[in-house]
């Protein structure tokens, strides 16, 4: 910082945090198409049936799921 404030050099910042958003999702969830979409680290696992037919909610932690 030290070197960009001595050159004056502007500096512009923003925060992104790294998850996608509800829209972007459903647009990914739609457009691949996937023969069984899984829904993991999620606040709402059960929007993404209503993106696609092939959803496996699993339940409890520890639940498995064999592919």
């Known amino acids: 910082m030290n070197w960009i404030n001595h050159f004056g050099i502007a500096v512009n910042s923003t925060h992104v945090s790294g998850h996608a958003s509800g829209p972007q999702l459903k647009e990914f969830v739609e457009q691949v198409n996937a023969k069984n979409v899984i829904p993991l680290h999620t ?25």
């Open 43 to 67: 606040e709402n696992a059960k929007a993404f049936e209503n993106w696609s037919k092939n959803v496996t909610i699993l339940g409890n932690v520890g639940d498995n799921f064999t592919l």
